[in-house]
């Protein structure tokens, strides 16, 4: 066995610790210097490419893949997201909201001027014509547009049509101004399913858009003026009040609709809105703006509608329909042998006559005439001349008859 002295053992322990030392510090050394240019790499490559930050992620704890993605300065977008996107810009400056000013009394039957309706409206025409609902501007005394911008001018009623709930309003632009419009689209290629996109001033939101597809086609509906109103555009996008009168857009923004009423029993959308669809809409603009109304066909009788009591009343078989009270002599109708009524009765008041006895209308062309609705309804698309057939009710007979529309 070798033995070693004291001095031999202290110089061993004096070397051991030594080299231990030593090693220590050459690792710590390399650890460091590989951490370093790490991070002076990330620093180098930051300022190198400081407009790259769309790539970057940050760890959570030790675990690489567990990372959360970071986006800077890029939003992708779905192609109905960029439709949407374009449809808005291409059309919403061209949306105006409408307020209006009405006349009132107080307790003393004094007149004093307080806001009325309001609601949205489109410009079709860069003269400053604008389409929207007549029950917008009911009973105005003053009509106020807004542009986009906020400027606001006082517009005057070109015509209005009840029988179609469409109105045009005219404002004059300051010469410096352009104003953007909306074309008219083609309502009579519409399906169900088509996606649509309403602009407008819900609750007063101004150019407000919500998007949804066309629900139906060829609804009548009745309107607010107790017109029925054929071949409406039922859709499920939200039409809230003040969305009125804005328009309806197909997906390349054009102006398939005009947003007319909705069906709620809270006044609010519940899904169910309906459009005067643009077929409507570009016959009435056009007489509107020549001249003033709209030229239909009539027939020139004077008539009333049927009921329960006035079938009791007159031993009628029937109590639907449009009964004819007078014929004009020489007129159309009399012409083509449609009846008007002998026997004079009061009816309602003292100071309304009507004559009992005539022919009840029952149908014009295809469609069925229970009401003085359906029967304006049947000649909204009429112009003077055109040819329609009557079915006339006679004695619990029915007769078809040729008419020739007049003016």
């Known amino acids: 066995m070798k033995l070693y002295t004291k ?10 610790t030594a080299i231990v030392v030593a090693a220590s ?24 490419n400081p407009s790259q930050k769309n790539e970057s992620s940050f760890n959570v704890g030790t675990d690489e893949k567990s990372t959360i993605p970071v986006s800077y300065g890029t939003t992708k977008y779905t192609q109905e997201e960029y439709q949407n996107i374009n449809v808005y810009d291409l059309c919403n400056e061209a949306v105006v909201n409408i307020n209006t000013k009405v006349t009132s009394y107080d307790w ?19 003269n400053g014509y604008i389409l929207t609902n007549v029950h917008v501007i009911q009973d105005a005394t003053k009509i106020y547009i807004s542009l986009y911008d906020g400027s606001q001018y006082e517009a005057e009623v070109v ?20 104003l953007k419009t909306i074309s ?17 001033n819900p609750f007063g939101m101004e150019r407000t858009m919500t998007t949804g597809i066309v629900s139906g086609l060829g609804r009548p509906i009745q309107n607010s003026n107790k017109r029925i109103i054929r071949n409406m555009i039922q859709t499920d996008a939200s039409i809230n009040p003040g969305n009125s009168g804005g328009p309806l857009l197909d997906t390349s923004g054009n102006m398939i609709g005009i947003n007319t009423m909705i069906m709620s029993s809270s006044g609010s959308s519940s899904g169910v809105g309906f459009a005067v669809p643009s077929e409507t809409a570009i016959r009435v603009v056009a007489d509107l703006i020549k001249y003033g109304k709209v030229q239909r066909g009539t027939l020139e009788i004077s008539f009333f509608q049927n009921s329960k009591r006035i079938a009791q009343y007159a031993d ?11 014929v004009e002599e020489g007129g159309n109708a009399d012409l083509a042998g449609i009846q008007g009524g002998t026997n004079a009765v009061y009816y309602g008041t003292r100071r309304n006559i009507i004559y009992l006895g005539g022919d ?18 049947a000649l909204e698309s009429k112009r003077p001349g055109d ?8 004695n619990k007979k029915d007769y078809l008859i040729k008419v020739i529309l007049s003016e």
């Open 7 to 16: 001095g031999q053992l202290v110089l061993s322990v004096i070397c051991t």
């Open 25 to 48: 510090s050459i690792i710590f050394l390399f650890v460091n210097k590989n951490s370093s240019q790490k991070v002076q790499n990330q620093i180098v490559e930051i300022k190198e």
């Open 108 to 126: 003393f039957l004094e007149p004093y001027v307080k806001d009325g309706g309001s609601g949205s409206g489109s410009i079709i025409d860069k």
């Open 159 to 178: 015509g209005q049509d009840l029988d179609s709930d469409l109105a045009v309003l005219k404002f004059n632009p300051p010469n410096d101004v352009t």
């Open 184 to 200: 008219f689209g083609d309502s009579t290629a519409l399906k169900v399913g088509q996606k649509v996109i309403a602009i407008g």
């Open 316 to 326: 009628l078989d029937i109590s639907t329909g449009v009964v004819v009270s007078q």
């Open 360 to 377: 009840i209308i029952t149908k014009i062309d295809d469609i069925s005439i229970g009401t003085l609705a359906d029967y304006y309804s």
């Open 387 to 394: 040819e329609v057939s009557v079915v006339v009710h006679r």
